[in-house]
């Protein structure tokens, strides 16, 4: 398993965030953590780091309930990307959502490669990490 260089964080819930931001930095999950407080902001640093692989994330934890740019908005944006930020970020939810509808409709997507419910645990990057992700 090489090295998660750069994690992505994004949910309108700074505690969520915080723990989230905490739990990948104790148990040395990634090297970097970038935490946006919503889809926007995420999207925003995306297209501002492009084309800059160092600074395109290995894998996104999205939140899908967030305010305007919401997860469905986001992974539509994302589809927009070019291959280099398609190919390398991998997105996993991470929502307390239990809608089942949500839950189904967000997991067809191509760009999405896990569902976690809240909170991120270590057991769930552990598994993320045996799993080669």
């Given at each position: 398993?090489?090295?998660?260089?750069?994690?992505?964080?994004?949910?309108?819930?700074?505690?969520?965030?915080?723990?989230?931001k905490r739990i990948i930095e104790i148990t040395k999950f990634a090297e970097r953590v970038e935490v946006k407080s919503s889809g926007k902001g995420a999207l925003d640093y995306?297209?501002?780091?492009?084309?800059?692989?160092?600074?395109?994330?290995?894998?996104?934890?999205?939140?899908?309930?967030?305010?305007?740019?919401?997860?469905?908005?986001?992974?539509?944006?994302?589809?927009?990307?070019?291959?280099?930020?398609?190919?390398?970020?991998?997105?996993?939810?991470?929502?307390?959502?239990?809608?089942?509808?949500?839950?189904?409709?967000?997991?067809?997507?191509?760009?999405?490669?896990?569902?976690?419910?809240?909170?991120?645990?270590?057991?769930?990057?552990?598994?993320?990490?045996?799993?080669?992700?």
């Amino acid at each position: 398993m090489k090295s998660i260089d750069l994690v992505l964080l994004v949910d309108d819930n700074d505690t969520d965030n915080f723990i989230s931001k905490r739990i990948i930095e104790i148990t040395k999950f990634a090297e970097r953590v970038e935490v946006k407080s919503s889809g926007k902001g995420a999207l925003d640093y995306l297209r501002a780091h492009q084309n800059n692989p160092v600074q395109i994330p290995s894998i996104i934890f999205l939140d899908i309930n967030m305010p305007i740019v919401d997860g469905f908005v986001f992974l539509y944006e994302f589809e927009k990307f070019n291959e280099l930020v398609k190919n390398k970020s991998k997105v996993i939810i991470l929502s307390s959502s239990d809608n089942k509808r949500d839950i189904d409709k967000i997991v067809n997507n191509n760009h999405v490669i896990k569902f976690i419910t809240k909170p991120l645990t270590e057991m769930a990057l552990d598994e993320i990490k045996l799993n080669n992700i």
